[in-house]
Structure formats: structure tokens, C-alpha cells
């Protein structure tokens, strides 16, 4: 998805139980209402918590995010499918994969 960063593209297509492999013009009806609300859900969060401080990030206060420890898909490689925020998932593992040389985290499972 381009314009949001790709831990927060990871929780939001994990949150909306979407297939980061599938093209985007088949994302329609209820399927485009549930990522777009949970696009908004994970940017909204992610602000509350000061966004994620993976290896250098602070805010311009210097202060570092927390959002991190929130996530329910990126960078759980090998980690059970678990659901922090939207509840008791499938327990199968989550995988990554390389997309345009990025990683992608999700569940195979849950997210179709």
C-alpha cells in the first residue's frame, strides 16, 4: 500500500485478515471497508504510542515510540498468529517473505 510504511501496512492487512499477496484491485466491498478501518486503527494507535522505535527512532522531543510492542504480524517471524489488539488468533506461525525487497510479515492461515 503506498504512502504508509510497511510495519504499518503488515498490522493493518493483519488486522483486516488480508493476503498481502493479493493485487489490490480485488480488495472491494466489505474487504476495502475493513483494511480502510484498519489502516486508520494501526496509524492511530501507532501516534497514541509515539510510533515504533525499532533501532534509532525518537520523536523530535527525543522521546521513543512504543507502538512495537504492540505488534500483532511485523517482524513475529516463527511467532505464533496472536492477536494483541483484536484477540485469540489461529496459533500457526507467522512467515515473512520478500516483497519489492522489503519484509513481509503475516499469517498464512488468517489472512486470505
Known amino acids: 500500500m503506498a504512502g504508509l510504511g510497511n510495519i504499518y501496512v503488515c498490522e493493518a492487512l493483519w488486522r ?5 499477496r493479493r493485487q489490490a484491485g480485488t480488495i472491494k466491498g466489505e474487504r476495502a471497508e475493513r483494511l480502510a478501518s484498519a489502516v486508520r486503527n494501526v496509524i492511530a494507535e501507532a501516534i497514541e504510542a509515539g510510533g515504533s522505535t525499532l533501532r534509532d527512532y525518537a520523536g523530535a522531543d527525543g522521546a521513543l515510540g512504543y507502538f512495537q510492542h504492540r505488534f500483532d504480524a511485523y517482524g513475529r517471524e516463527g511467532q505464533p498468529c496472536r492477536g494483541a489488539v483484536a484477540g485469540s488468533r489461529c496459533g500457526k506461525p507467522i512467515i ?4 519489492q525487497g522489503r519484509s513481509t510479515f503475516h499469517c498464512p492461515k488468517c489472512q486470505r
Do not use: D, E, K, M
Request: charged share 20%.
Open 96 to 99: 515473512r517473505i520478500v516483497q
Open 16 to 20: 483486516a485478515r488480508i493476503s498481502p
